[in-house]
């Protein structure tokens, strides 16, 4: 029983067990999952999102939402809900109503649906 002990005890600081804080999806490496509407207030809100190809997006302080996805125009309002950013509104002229969970490193702001899928990453202005 003793050898077991020690060689599971040696085992375990070599190779220590980690398990993402939010179930898994998301890449943990970013420095700073947000889960709080303050910590979105601090490090997003009122600073444009942009993505590589042109999309972006500026989640208002009086909860205001506007953007471009795709080549459509995006309008409505975003609320926090648990430690999801959510939007609800028009994508060009269809209505949308999803949440995303961010993560937050620098400048660099990486969204995923709160439901799975892909990820998309944006540049804070």
């Known amino acids: 029983m003793t050898r077991f002990l020690i060689?599971?005890?040696i085992i375990a600081t070599l190779y220590p067990a980690s398990l993402p804080a939010d179930g898994g999806g998301i890449d943990l490496s970013y420095r700073m999952r947000i889960v709080t509407e303050a910590d979105f207030r601090e490090h997003v809100v009122d600073r444009r999102?942009?993505?590589r190809n042109g999309d972006?997006?500026?989640s208002r302080s009086n909860g205001r939402l506007q953007g471009i996805y795709g080549g459509r125009?995006?309008?409505g309002?975003?609320?926090w809900s648990n430690v999801n950013w959510c939007r609800k509104g028009t994508l060009g002229g269809a209505m949308v109503?999803?949440?995303w969970r961010l993560e937050i490193d620098g400048r660099k702001l990486r969204i995923?649906?709160?439901k799975g899928g892909n990820t998309y990453?944006?540049?804070?202005?």
């Open 56 to 58: 972006w997006n500026l």
């Open 121 to 125: 990453t944006y540049r804070l202005n």
């Open 97 to 99: 109503d999803d949440c």
């Open 73 to 75: 125009q995006f309008k």
């Open 112 to 114: 995923a649906p709160a």
């Open 49 to 51: 999102a942009v993505g």
């Open 77 to 79: 309002m975003w609320r």
């Open 7 to 9: 060689c599971f005890s």
